[in-house]
């Protein structure tokens, strides 16, 4: 069975990646 909580976490993992990657290429590249 899959593993909803896993996925929800994996999913805002990497939306949270994108925006860190979003805010340093923005100049605020101590957040990486």
């Not at 896993?6 to 990486?32: E, P, R």
Request: charged content about 10%; proline content about 0%; overall charge negative.
């Amino acid at each position: 069975m899959f593993d909803v909580s896993k996925s929800t976490a994996h999913t805002l993992f990497h939306y949270w990646l994108d925006i860190l990657q979003d805010l340093g290429s923005s100049g605020s590249g101590m957040l990486v």
